[in-house]
């Protein structure tokens, strides 16, 4: 890790995020998000897939 640059990291961080979402919705990687609550009809979907834009 002693020569890791900025880009390094976000491919570890993208991995650990990917794993971290497909672990906890079963292997999932677009999350629904209702910022107005669950009874609202805006929902958003979250993708965490790799690699990101």
Known sequence: MAH???HDIMKI???LIDIL???LT???T????HPHG???ENAL????????P
Request: no cysteine.
């Open 13 to 15: 961080d993208e991995s």
């Open 26 to 28: 079963g292997e999932k």
């Open 4 to 6: 890791t640059d900025m």
């Open 38 to 40: 669950r009874n609202s």
């Open 21 to 23: 979402m497909k672990h």
């Open 45 to 52: 979907g979250l993708d965490f897939k790799r690699p990101w």
């Open 30 to 33: 677009i999350v629904t998000f």
